[in-house]
């Protein structure tokens, strides 16, 4: 249930144009209040304040409903659980780094896991990065379906079933595009929703001084595996803060409070995490300039 204060949220249009919440992006600042910033355009290395990088402008604004009216109502729901899961991240950080469990009541846990789920879907980016996927995701099969309709009947019968891959991401695209035009949000209309109700909270602490996580400027970020069936992607990852990284258990009601999983994460994990963040973010933001120029396309 969301407080009483953010009740009218709905009559007002956000003028927000951050695509990473300041709280989080605060935690990558020296005492200057800066961040090191690489531009994956035009592979530029330099340094601004966190009110100066990942800024976009009116992408939020999308037309819904049957008028095509402007609405900000996705952007302004993010806002109202931005609020409330603030002091939350800091408690968050400051107890994994103490090795202490975060006493998390029900709605908080709610709110954490309502907020991640929405950064999930908030950039084009991350949309993107979805689509790709599942496009990856559908093309295996369908080779695989293939082979096998192949080997089974000596002829491929049912090929004309099966969408091309270009095919595929037209229709995952412009479904997309349709639910915001019908006025639906994209994550409620997901298995993303279902998935968080079921699946516990983690975090990964990096203890190694000489390792850090990028930051995005999607927010969250997936690993890539190579599975048996065809190719896999971890659970979404949240960087929020160079040594602290949210995620949600692979397992189903694994973990009931946040905290009850504190992980320590290896060289490797930082490695593939950082390499994914690179691929798929116009912006990176990172604790020292020295990480940017390792990571950095040549």
């Known amino acids: 249930m969301l407080s009483a204060e953010h009740s009218d949220v709905s009559n007002k249009l956000s003028q927000r144009n951050h695509t990473i919440p300041q709280f989080q992006i605060k935690n ?7 961040v090191w910033v690489l531009d994956n355009e035009t592979q530029e290395i330099y340094q601004c304040a966190t009110t100066n ?12 409903g049957p008028d095509a009216e402007k609405s900000d109502v996705y952007e302004r729901w993010f806002a109202t659980f931005e609020s409330q899961v603030a002091p939350l991240f800091r408690d968050l950080v400051e107890r994994a780094r103490l090795n202490q469990p975060s006493e998390l009541s029900p709605l908080d846990i709610l709110l954490f896991k309502g907020f991640l789920v929405l950064q999930t879907w908030r950039t ?12 990856e995701y559908f093309s295996e099969v369908s080779r695989n379906q293939r082979d096998f309709d192949i080997q089974s009947m000596n002829t491929l ?3 004309s079933i099966f969408l091309t891959d270009e095919e595929f991401t037209r229709f995952e695209e412009s479904n997309f595009q349709a639910k915001f035009a019908a006025g639906e949000l994209p994550g409620q209309t997901t298995d993303f929703y279902e998935f968080a109700e079921e699946h516990g909270l983690v975090c990964w602490v990096i203890s190694n001084p000489r390792r850090s996580v990028l930051l995005g400027s999607h927010g969250c970020c997936f690993i890539e595996k190579k599975g048996t069936n065809g190719p896999l992607v971890s659970p979404p990852m949240f960087p929020v803060a160079p040594d602290i990284v949210l995620t949600f258990s ?13 992980s320590r994460a290896e060289d490797k994990f930082v490695k593939n995490l950082n390499k994914a963040t690179i691929k798929y973010s116009k912006r990176v933001v990172a604790k020292d300039k020295e990480l940017l120029e390792k990571y950095r396309r040549c």
């Open 124 to 135: 084009t980016e991350s949309q993107n990065r979805i689509v790709d996927f599942d496009s």
């Open 157 to 159: 019968k049912t090929g």
């Open 28 to 34: 990558w600042a020296d005492a200057a209040g800066k």
């Open 53 to 64: 990088v990942f800024v976009e402008k009116n992408i939020y604004t999308t037309r819904v």
């Open 250 to 262: 692979e397992c189903p009601n694994k973990f009931n409070r946040l905290g009850h999983q504190t």
